[in-house]
Nanobody, 122 residues
Framework: VQLQASGGGLMQAGGSLRLTCAFS????????IGWFRQAPGNEREGLIC????????YYADAVKGRFTLSRGNVKNTVYLQMTSLNPEDTAVYYC????????????????WGQGTLVTVSS
Protein backbone atom coordinates (compact mmCIF):
# COMPACT_ATOMS: atom_id res chain seq x y z
CA VAL A 1 0.00 0.00 0.00
CA GLN A 2 1.29 3.43 -0.90
CA LEU A 3 -0.08 6.90 -0.45
CA GLN A 4 1.46 10.12 -1.68
CA ALA A 5 0.38 13.64 -0.90
CA SER A 6 1.41 16.31 -3.39
CA GLY A 7 0.59 19.82 -4.50
CA GLY A 8 1.99 21.86 -1.64
CA GLY A 9 3.80 25.11 -2.13
CA LEU A 10 4.18 28.73 -1.13
CA MET A 11 0.97 30.76 -1.23
CA GLN A 12 -0.11 34.22 -0.25
CA ALA A 13 -2.87 34.68 2.26
CA GLY A 14 -6.28 34.55 0.65
CA GLY A 15 -5.16 32.18 -2.06
CA SER A 16 -6.31 28.69 -2.96
CA LEU A 17 -4.46 25.44 -3.39
CA ARG A 18 -5.41 21.90 -4.29
CA LEU A 19 -3.59 18.96 -2.75
CA THR A 20 -3.74 15.46 -4.19
CA CYS A 21 -3.60 12.16 -2.36
CA ALA A 22 -2.70 9.37 -4.77
CA PHE A 23 -2.94 5.85 -3.43
CA SER A 24 -2.36 2.29 -4.55
CA UNK A 25 -3.05 -1.08 -2.99
CA UNK A 26 -6.33 0.08 -1.46
CA UNK A 27 -9.64 1.32 -2.77
CA UNK A 28 -12.29 3.70 -1.50
CA UNK A 29 -14.62 0.71 -1.38
CA UNK A 30 -12.86 -0.43 1.79
CA UNK A 31 -10.85 2.53 3.04
CA UNK A 32 -11.48 6.09 4.08
CA ILE A 33 -8.98 8.80 3.18
CA GLY A 34 -8.25 11.42 5.79
CA TRP A 35 -6.18 14.58 5.67
CA PHE A 36 -4.11 15.75 8.58
CA ARG A 37 -1.60 18.52 9.07
CA GLN A 38 1.27 19.18 11.39
CA ALA A 39 2.61 22.63 12.02
CA PRO A 40 6.04 23.15 13.60
CA GLY A 41 5.90 22.40 17.30
CA ASN A 42 2.36 21.05 17.09
CA GLU A 43 0.86 17.59 17.06
CA ARG A 44 -0.66 16.14 13.94
CA GLU A 45 -4.19 17.48 13.56
CA GLY A 46 -7.08 15.72 11.86
CA LEU A 47 -8.83 17.98 9.35
CA ILE A 48 -11.24 16.20 7.05
CA CYS A 49 -11.99 12.71 5.82
CA UNK A 50 -13.86 11.00 3.00
CA UNK A 51 -15.41 7.56 2.89
CA UNK A 52 -17.78 5.99 0.43
CA UNK A 53 -20.16 5.12 3.25
CA UNK A 54 -20.14 8.34 5.23
CA UNK A 55 -19.18 10.95 2.71
CA UNK A 56 -17.16 13.90 4.02
CA UNK A 57 -16.54 14.44 7.73
CA TYR A 58 -14.88 17.51 9.19
CA TYR A 59 -12.71 17.29 12.32
CA ALA A 60 -11.32 20.80 12.51
CA ASP A 61 -13.59 23.83 12.83
CA ALA A 62 -10.81 26.00 11.43
CA VAL A 63 -11.19 24.48 7.97
CA LYS A 64 -14.97 24.18 7.72
CA GLY A 65 -16.25 26.29 4.89
CA ARG A 66 -12.77 26.63 3.41
CA PHE A 67 -11.54 23.08 2.72
CA THR A 68 -13.40 20.47 0.72
CA LEU A 69 -12.68 16.92 -0.40
CA SER A 70 -13.52 15.28 -3.68
CA ARG A 71 -12.67 12.18 -5.62
CA GLY A 72 -10.00 12.81 -8.17
CA ASN A 73 -10.50 12.69 -11.91
CA VAL A 74 -7.73 10.12 -11.96
CA LYS A 75 -8.55 6.76 -10.40
CA ASN A 76 -7.37 6.29 -6.82
CA THR A 77 -6.91 9.94 -6.04
CA VAL A 78 -8.61 12.29 -3.61
CA TYR A 79 -8.32 16.05 -3.78
CA LEU A 80 -8.18 18.47 -0.88
CA GLN A 81 -9.29 21.87 -2.13
CA MET A 82 -8.18 24.66 0.17
CA THR A 83 -9.44 28.22 -0.15
CA SER A 84 -9.05 31.46 1.78
CA LEU A 85 -5.68 30.30 3.03
CA ASN A 86 -4.14 32.09 5.97
CA PRO A 87 -0.75 31.85 7.69
CA GLU A 88 -2.22 29.53 10.34
CA ASP A 89 -2.68 26.95 7.58
CA THR A 90 1.09 26.65 7.22
CA ALA A 91 1.96 23.02 7.92
CA VAL A 92 2.99 19.72 6.41
CA TYR A 93 -0.15 18.06 5.09
CA TYR A 94 -0.54 14.29 5.15
CA CYS A 95 -3.10 11.89 3.81
CA UNK A 96 -3.82 8.59 5.48
CA UNK A 97 -6.00 5.55 4.92
CA UNK A 98 -8.24 4.00 7.55
CA UNK A 99 -10.17 0.79 7.03
CA UNK A 100 -13.91 1.16 6.46
CA UNK A 101 -14.76 4.48 8.08
CA UNK A 102 -13.46 7.93 8.85
CA UNK A 103 -11.63 8.93 12.01
CA UNK A 104 -10.16 12.18 13.20
CA UNK A 105 -7.51 10.43 15.25
CA UNK A 106 -4.22 9.70 13.59
CA UNK A 107 -3.53 6.61 15.66
CA UNK A 108 -6.47 4.89 13.98
CA UNK A 109 -4.96 5.13 10.53
CA UNK A 110 -3.42 2.11 8.88
CA UNK A 111 -1.33 3.76 6.21
CA TRP A 112 0.28 7.13 5.68
CA GLY A 113 1.85 8.95 2.83
CA GLN A 114 4.73 11.36 2.94
CA GLY A 115 3.55 14.86 3.56
CA THR A 116 3.56 17.93 1.39
CA LEU A 117 4.50 21.33 2.77
CA VAL A 118 2.10 24.23 2.49
CA THR A 119 3.43 27.65 3.44
CA VAL A 120 1.11 30.64 3.53
CA SER A 121 2.61 34.09 3.75
CA SER A 122 0.78 37.13 5.07
Amino acid sequence: VQLQASGGGLMQAGGSLRLTCAFSGITLDYYAIGWFRQAPGNEREGLICFSDVGGTTYYADAVKGRFTLSRGNVKNTVYLQMTSLNPEDTAVYYCGAHADYCSGSGIDYDYWGQGTLVTVSS
